[in-house]
């Protein structure tokens, strides 16, 4: 199945982070990553003293389920780092978010895609679109209509 994965990160130098992520997704069994976006320095979402967070955007192509591809990814989000359990909304090391699984349509404990927030955020629509310009978002309708309500604002490619 192709996926979408939303990368981020603003803890631990952002870009070695991102790097580093890149090289365990391409890792993942049976999985590989058939494309990545250019990387976008972002402001934060959240409370605003925290630093600019590093996005981007990964296209895998995988065998796996998509739990079983969420749990790769948070495995790689816990070896980067990551400390769940601090403040809602504040500053992390490696977060790896899935936004879509093929065209499915996921509402799970644990498990929701589309990723619900993502047509809210610029900072994974800009580098979505950039990988896949006519991506529509499963009972959503097309990405980029939202990009057209989220703005631009905020973001910068690296
Ligand atoms: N803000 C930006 N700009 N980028 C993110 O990836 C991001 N991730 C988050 C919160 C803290 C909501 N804000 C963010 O989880």
């Given at each position: 199945m192709e996926s979408y994965i939303g990368l981020g990160s603003n803890l631990g130098d952002?870009?070695?982070?991102?790097?580093?992520?890149?090289?365990?997704l391409n890792g993942i069994p049976d999985t590989d990553l058939v494309r990545c976006s250019s990387f976008y320095r972002s402001k934060p979402l959240g409370p605003g003293d925290q630093p600019d967070f590093i996005n981007a955007v990964v296209l895998l192509d995988s065998g796996l389920t998509a739990n079983a591809l969420l749990a790769r990814l948070q495995s790689i989000e816990n070896r980067q780092g990551r400390v769940r359990g601090g403040i809602q909304w504040g500053p992390r090391t490696l977060d790896l978010d899935m936004l879509l699984y093929g065209a499915e349509v996921i509402?799970?404990?644990?498990?929701?895609?589309?990723?619900?927030?993502?047509?809210h955020r610029n900072?994974?629509?800009?580098?979505?679109?950039?990988?896949?310009?006519?991506?529509?978002?499963?009972?959503?309708?097309?990405?980029?209509?939202?990009?057209?309500?989220?703005?631009?604002?905020?973001?910068?490619?690296?």
């Open positions: 952002p870009e070695t982070q991102l790097t580093s992520a890149l090289a365990a509402d799970e404990p644990g498990l929701i895609v589309p990723h619900p927030e993502m047509r900072f994974v629509l800009i580098p979505l679109l950039e990988l896949a310009p006519d991506i529509e978002i499963p009972g959503l309708g097309r990405a980029d209509k939202f990009l057209a309500d989220t703005g631009r604002a905020g973001i910068t490619k690296l």
